[in-house]
């Protein structure tokens, strides 16, 4: 990458964001496809894992703020505004809409992939070395390891992703929708929760669970996975 894009990317991702710096760099510069796609999955890169880093221990008794996550939705925002494509790839391996995967704070990966969803995001954009689509790969995430601590924001990733067109590749979604309701309501996601029910104890049925999609404010059952 340029000099300059480097630069900017260092001011758009320091904490919090050089916003002066910012946008001097685009006031002087045309930056291309490829060099916006960069600034965004850094932008993305950064917040990975950092809500959990964040809670340990030794990060908080250092007194070390780690947290990007808090500026991310702007950084994203402000790159939209610019032109960023969200599906574009940096070296045809990177893109932000599979990094954000990996931004595990609370809620936040899944708002800004409903902002690069409405802005022309793919649901099923395909990276070169993957043999699946970005539904697919997160459908296949939010299919087990449901005592993972990062587990709660695939599902909400999951659930954007479907409200968006994400499906399987015969057209079909893998859940059940009920009561007249369909996947748009997932477009605000912030208004559904989950819980596991597991099976019965059994040797045919170990690790096997069905998942509970309700609306919180009415505790009504929409889903079921």
């Given at each position: 990458?340029?000099?300059i894009v480097e630069e900017?990317?260092?001011?758009?991702?320091s904490?919090?964001?050089?916003?002066?710096?910012?946008r001097?760099?685009?006031s002087?510069e045309?930056f291309?496809?490829?060099?916006?796609?960069y600034?965004a999955y850094?932008?993305?890169s950064?917040c990975s894992?950092?809500?959990?880093d964040?809670q340990?221990p030794l990060?908080?008794?250092a007194?070390i703020d780690?947290?990007?996550?808090?500026?991310?939705?702007d950084?994203?925002?402000?790159?939209?505004?610019?032109?960023?494509?969200p599906n574009a790839t940096?070296?045809g391996?990177?893109?932000?809409l599979w990094?954000l995967?990996w931004?595990?704070?609370?809620?936040?990966a899944?708002k800004a992939l409903?902002?690069l969803?409405?802005?022309g995001?793919?649901?099923?954009?395909?990276?070169?070395?993957?043999?699946?689509?970005?539904?697919?790969?997160?459908a296949f995430?939010a299919?087990?390891?449901?005592?993972s601590?990062?587990?709660?924001h695939i599902?909400?990733f999951?659930l954007?992703?479907?409200?968006?067109?994400?499906?399987?590749?015969?057209?079909t979604?893998?859940?059940?929708m009920?009561?007249?309701n369909?996947?748009?309501?997932f477009?605000?996601?912030?208004k559904?929760?989950?819980?596991i029910?597991?099976?019965?104890?059994?040797?045919?049925?170990?690790?096997c669970?069905?998942?509970?999609?309700?609306?919180?404010?009415?505790?009504t059952?929409?889903?079921r996975y």
């Amino acid at each position: 990458m340029r000099e300059i894009v480097e630069e900017t990317t260092k001011n758009l991702t320091s904490i919090p964001p050089d916003w002066e710096k910012v946008r001097l760099s685009f006031s002087h510069e045309d930056f291309s496809q490829e060099e916006l796609a960069y600034m965004a999955y850094e932008s993305a890169s950064w917040c990975s894992y950092a809500f959990r880093d964040a809670q340990a221990p030794l990060v908080k008794e250092a007194g070390i703020d780690s947290m990007h996550s808090g500026h991310l939705l702007d950084c994203l925002q402000f790159l939209l505004e610019k032109g960023l494509n969200p599906n574009a790839t940096v070296n045809g391996d990177d893109n932000v809409l599979w990094e954000l995967m990996w931004v595990d704070a609370p809620n936040l990966a899944a708002k800004a992939l409903r902002m690069l969803l409405e802005n022309g995001g793919d649901p099923y954009l395909r990276l070169p070395d993957e043999p699946e689509t970005l539904f697919e790969y997160v459908a296949f995430m939010a299919s087990f390891d449901e005592h993972s601590p990062a587990f709660f924001h695939i599902v909400q990733f999951w659930l954007v992703l479907m409200a968006y067109g994400g499906c399987l590749r015969d057209g079909t979604i893998p859940l059940k929708m009920l009561n007249g309701n369909s996947v748009d309501i997932f477009k605000d996601f912030e208004k559904y929760d989950y819980f596991i029910e597991p099976f019965p104890q059994g040797p045919e049925n170990m690790g096997c669970w069905i998942m509970h999609i309700y609306e919180i404010a009415t505790k009504t059952e929409v889903a079921r996975y």
